[in-house]
């Protein structure tokens, strides 16, 4: 598959590109990025590669398979749009957009131009997190009614030094704090967990930085038809880990990072597995996740399952931002994205 980066930064020189440069079905033809030292960047790590100033000068120029797009969130629905317009597939980073009305267009543009939208929704393939769906698939602790997900950082994830290290903090490019940066991950989590959609979202988000004009903490509770789960996601934290704890009719199973503990009727079990957690740029798990995008171009699946979370990940966030400007009323979340 013959492809092109759209925003050579620190996701996808470090987590994409390594991954890309190991597979024999993908060859990265072409690179686009405003910023001239990251585009020198890319020219170290891919001779061979033609290198754009603007992501519309290489879509006019290339023939592609499909466009990576990793650039900060608030581009990634008008690059979309052009890319697809163009023919390619595409893969984009989360948060899919910034706006649901954006992630709407998506699904309408993919539908329309048959071509796949697809999520990098990786923390479904980090180890420990493909264990714990194995785990509820046992029955070793019964049918999952709560979940819980404490995702600490110590400070906010930062770009690549060239360009605005701190964009993630600054509203205009990133859409939002913690919550548009992260919630992705710990709401696709929880419909994988509970294995239905919530219906409902009541939050809190905290700025204790105020330098910035973003949340560095969110607290939230997602309702579903048969349980609930609580997210907790911050960035004033002492430590870097995640824990999580899936809570089921028969026991539960605790994750802290790599180590997990299962109880079931009464009986608990420790083990480990390597999940490399500490490496931001994830890109162990990368490969698993372009198989399955590979998979939805193969078969057709433009508006596939992994957009449609993507889709009720974006509801989420903007829903749980006005939940908490609304004193954490407790909002509906209507769109139902398996009708999309
Ligand atoms: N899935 C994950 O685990 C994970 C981890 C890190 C980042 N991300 C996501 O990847 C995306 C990028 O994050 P990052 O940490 O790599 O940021 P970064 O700042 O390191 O990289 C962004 C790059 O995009 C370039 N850029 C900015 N605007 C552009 C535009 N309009 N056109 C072309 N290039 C442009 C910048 O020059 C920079 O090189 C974000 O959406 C982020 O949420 C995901």
């Not at 092109?4 to 620190?10: E, L, P, S």
């Not at 704090?177 to 710990?186: P, Q, T, V, Y």
């Not at 009727?265 to 590979?294: P, R, V």
Request: charged share 25%; glycine share 6%.
């Amino acid at each position: 598959m013959k492809g092109a980066i759209v925003g050579f930064g620190f996701i996808s020189g470090k987590g994409h590109l390594p991954a890309y440069q190991r597979r024999e079905d993908v060859e990265i033809a072409a690179v686009a990025d405003l910023c001239p030292a990251r585009l020198e960047a890319a020219r170290k790590a891919l001779p061979r590669a033609r290198l754009y100033s603007t992501y519309q000068e290489l879509l006019e120029k290339e023939q592609l398979d499909f466009v990576d797009i990793s650039t900060p969130p608030v581009h990634h629905a008008e690059i979309a749009l052009a890319a697809l317009a163009k023919g390619a597939h595409v893969l984009c980073e989360k948060p899919l957009t910034t706006t649901l009305a954006e992630a709407r267009s998506l699904v309408d543009a993919a539908r329309k131009v048959r071509r796949v939208v697809f999520p990098a929704h990786n923390y479904k393939h980090a180890p420990v997190v493909k264990f714990a769906l194995e785990t509820i698939a046992s029955g070793r602790i019964g049918t999952v009614r709560a979940v819980t997900l404490n995702t600490f950082r110590t400070t906010h994830a930062k770009g690549v030094p060239e360009w605005r290290t701190d964009w993630r903090r600054d509203k205009k490019t990133s859409g939002g704090g913690i919550a548009m940066d992260h919630g992705s991950h710990s709401f696709y989590l929880t419909f994988a967990w509970l294995g239905t959609l919530p219906t409902q979202v009541t939050a809190k988000a905290l700025t204790l930085d105020q330098q910035w004009d973003t949340e560095d903490n969110l607290n939230c509770v997602l309702t579903f038809p048969n349980g609930y789960a609580h997210a907790f996601l911050t960035w004033t934290a002492g430590v870097r880990k995640v824990i999580y704890s899936l809570q089921g009719t028969r026991g539960a199973l605790v994750i802290d990072d790599d180590n997990w503990e299962i109880t079931s009727d009464g009986q608990s079990e420790k083990g480990l597995i390597e999940s490399d957690w500490m490496d931001a740029s994830h890109t162990k798990w990368f490969n698993s996740l372009f198989d399955q995008f590979k998979t939805a171009i193969a078969s057709g699946d433009f508006v596939n399952r992994e957009l449609r979370e993507a889709v009720a990940c974006i509801q989420i966030i903007e829903t749980a931002y006005r939940s908490n400007a609304e004193a954490c009323r407790e909002l509906p979340l209507p769109l139902d994205v398996t009708t999309l």
